[in-house]
């Protein structure tokens, strides 16, 4: 079993076209946080953490395929950040949802 993730993890970037959606979420959930930071006045960091998590991915699949080991990493890195986000938005909602 960890092969079959290692050859998942490691394997080629998957080029523009995916970087490019990956990429444009990322601007997205950039563009939500700013609306509703500055104009709303509502903090909304869980938009912030998925900008940053969908940008580290797109860089991934940017990346030219001899650079396995570093989109190895920015996959990994990517998918522990929105991981850690889902695990606080189940255990800590009150982070997100305020004081109610």
Known sequence: MPSKIKDVVFSEPSGRAQAFVMFAASFTMLSIYIYYDVLRGVSSINSLVMAVGFALSGL????????????????????LVLTGLLILIIFAPEMFLGSQ
């Open 60 to 79: 991934a699949e940017s990346l030219p395929s001899e650079r396995r080991q570093l989109v190895g990493g920015l996959r990994v890195t990517a998918i």
